[in-house]
């Protein structure tokens, strides 16, 4: 099949190589494609719809296909006091999501031929004392930092996620001078930020350059992160976005207590965009021929994004600085971070090329359902238009009954075009997990009409009945809905409008 889209994107490369460090590209030929549109709408009803049901004050998203940004819109506010709105360009903290990053410096140094991943840590920091429970066990190498399988505790031997107090690198190196380790390198898995504080020194010690100014100069910029921050949050004025801590029974959420990580800062400390962390998943699904930097080789992309540790329950392991995992038949690739008042996730999967970016102000809920409902809903429709144009079910005018309806009591009900057929999506509260296995699809039986699709074609008849040529009430069995507008519902069940609408 011939990847029409791809072949489009190509032409453009000498453009795109001159403006590699403008705004991030938005794909709006794939957005606004007629299988992609549609349920780009209805993701757009469900995260509005999770973001309150979760009370989250700010969500913001973002939806990659190879090189391009093909959608990216803010929920909600940034910031509650102020009234600002997030955006796709709000600076959120990213959390665990720096790991990535600090994953990405490492593998750009081993290329170069700086280290090994198979070095002793000891190797480049001589001060790090740690070994297994055996002294003649192995000793804990850059790989094992990457995997998280060096036997590492999850942190540093200091309370710094109760005081606040994080250490300098001086007081981590003393507390890492000698210790024992929970098992033997390779033997285990124990997630640790302090294994990958390591690995930002270990960046530090092989470039000669601090961790935070590596990465701004060998990452960053060559990709045009300009709204990234591997030290202190960079925004400019009202772009950072305020976090908030898990609400109180009162109802407020209180604000978040600004975290500066410093030793730990390879772990936690970066801050970013969607649109810029947008550049980043593309970087990672770069193939070659692709516009734009190559900030690592293709061997090394697929050597990061493959299995190095793998569960016991064969559905999840780590690569090199990245997760990844099963969903719903895929293989996912990415990370999720949490960080006070912010969470975050980036997940793409590299047989498809589709990424998704989420990024969210509170402590509540997690961005995870957001990320699984944009592959669920979404991914297969932007991996259908980017295959060929597909052949869609002819349907009388489709789109002239698309709208949002209600019921006189409140209940409310999008028809949407998916696939060129009509589906129904009703409005939940808590929202369905299973959205498209929720959408209630609809057959054309006449005009103006459709049969809700059962499996012995015994579904209710839906009739969508016009004046003046627009829908003005949806009957649906013996019950009806109106368009969204309806001044109000007479007895005669039949929908009174406002002047201006009328």
């Known amino acids: 099949m011939v990847n029409w889209y791809r072949e489009a994107s190509r032409i453009a490369v000498p453009v795109a190589a001159a403006l590699a460090c403008a705004p991030v590209g938005y794909a709006a030929s794939l957005a606004e494609h007629r299988a992609v549109a549609p349920r780009l709408a209805l993701f757009e009803i469900w995260v509005e719809e999770q973001r309150a049901h979760l009370h989250q004050p700010g969500v913001a998203v973002g939806i990659v296909h190879d090189q391009e940004l093909v959608w990216a819109k803010g929920f909600g506010s940034a910031d509650v006091a102020a009234g600002r709105a997030a955006a796709p360009d709000t600076v959120f903290r990213l959390g665990s999501v720096t790991k990535t990053f600090t994953a990405t410096a490492l593998l750009q140094l081993r290329d170069a031929g700086k280290l090994s991943l198979d070095d002793p840590v000891r190797e480049h920091l001589p001060w790090f004392g740690y070994r297994g429970p055996s002294p003649e066990g192995?000793?804990?190498t850059v790989r094992h930092l990457l995997t998280h399988t060096a036997g590492l505790p999850r942190e540093a031997p200091l309370p710094y996620w109760t005081d606040r107090e994080f250490p300098t690198l001086e007081q981590l190196a003393e507390a890492v001078r000698e210790g024992v380790g929970l098992f033997e390198p390779g033997e285990?898995?124990?997630y640790s930020n302090l294994g990958i504080a390591l690995a930002g020194e270990v960046v530090a010690a092989a470039s000669g350059m601090p961790w935070a100014e590596y990465v701004r100069r060998h990452v960053l910029d060559p990709l045009g992160m300009g709204s990234t921050s591997a030290a202190e949050p960079r925004a400019p004025p009202g772009r950072l976005a305020a976090g908030y801590l898990i609400r109180r029974p009162d109802g407020d959420a209180p604000l978040a207590p600004?975290?500066?990580?410093?030793?730990l800062a390879p772990a936690a400390e970066m801050s970013s965009t969607v649109e810029d962390l947008a550049r980043f998943v593309s970087a990672h699904l770069r193939d070659a021929g692709d516009p734009g930097p190559a900030i690592l080789a293709q061997r090394t992309l697929r050597e990061m994004h493959r299995v190095h540790w793998l569960a016991p329950s064969w559905q999840s392991g780590r690569g090199l600085g990245f997760g990844v995992?099963?969903?719903?038949?895929r293989t996912l690739v990415g990370h999720a971070g949490w960080v006070a008042g912010h969470r975050s996730q980036i997940a793409f999967d590299p047989a498809t090329g589709v990424g998704v970016v989420v990024l969210t102000n509170s402590d509540e809920g997690g961005p995870g359902s957001y990320v699984r409902q944009a592959f669920?809903?979404?991914?297969?429709?932007?991996?259908?238009?980017?295959a060929a144009e597909p052949e869609l079910p002819e349907a009388e005018d489709p789109e002239r009954f698309a709208g949002t309806y209600h019921t006189p009591w409140g209940e409310v009900t999008d028809v949407l075009v998916l696939d060129?057929?009509?589906?129904?999506?009703?409005r939940s509260h808590p929202p369905v997990e299973?959205?498209?296995?929720?959408?209630?699809?609809?057959?054309?039986?006449?005009p103006n009409a459709f049969r809700i699709e059962t499996d012995d074609d015994t579904g209710s008849l839906v009739v969508f009945e016009l004046e003046d040529g627009r829908v003005a009430r949806v009957k649906v069995g013996e019950n009806y809905l109106f368009p969204e507008g309806c001044g109000?519902?007479?007895?005669?069940?039949?929908?009174?409008?406002?002047?201006?609408d009328r």
């Open 188 to 190: 285990g898995y124990e």
């Open 376 to 386: 669920e809903l979404v991914a297969p429709a932007i991996e259908t238009a980017v």
């Open 434 to 446: 299973d959205v498209e296995g929720s959408l209630t699809k609809l057959v054309p039986e006449g």
């Open 258 to 263: 600004p975290t500066l990580s410093r030793a």
């Open 325 to 329: 995992w099963r969903q719903d038949g």
């Open 138 to 140: 192995p000793q804990i």
């Open 420 to 426: 060129g057929r009509l589906a129904m999506y009703d």
């Open 488 to 500: 109000r519902v007479g007895p005669d069940l039949r929908c009174t409008w406002s002047g201006e």
